[in-house]
């Protein structure tokens, strides 16, 4: 797998924000405003998966690492 370039604030930081998106996500796809909901929903599910693992691939090019 990827190695890990995040630390636990990043981490954390990623995980609140991602399941906040997923939650305005959820009322904004019955609106009419569906597009900017699954453009929520994708951005929240991103920082998600970036979280769980622990590893950022738009770190790696620039060789940003904010883990210890």
Not at 18 to 27: D, E, Q, V
Request: charged share 15%.
């Amino acid at each position: 797998m990827f190695p890990r370039n995040e630390g636990t604030a990043d981490r954390v930081a990623r995980t609140v924000l991602g399941a906040g998106l997923l939650a305005a996500s959820a009322g904004l796809l019955m609106t009419s405003r569906r597009s900017l909901g699954l453009g929520a929903a994708l951005l929240g599910a991103t920082l998600l998966v970036t979280a769980v693992t622990g590893s950022c691939q738009l770190y790696r090019p620039f060789g940003i690492s904010t883990a210890r």
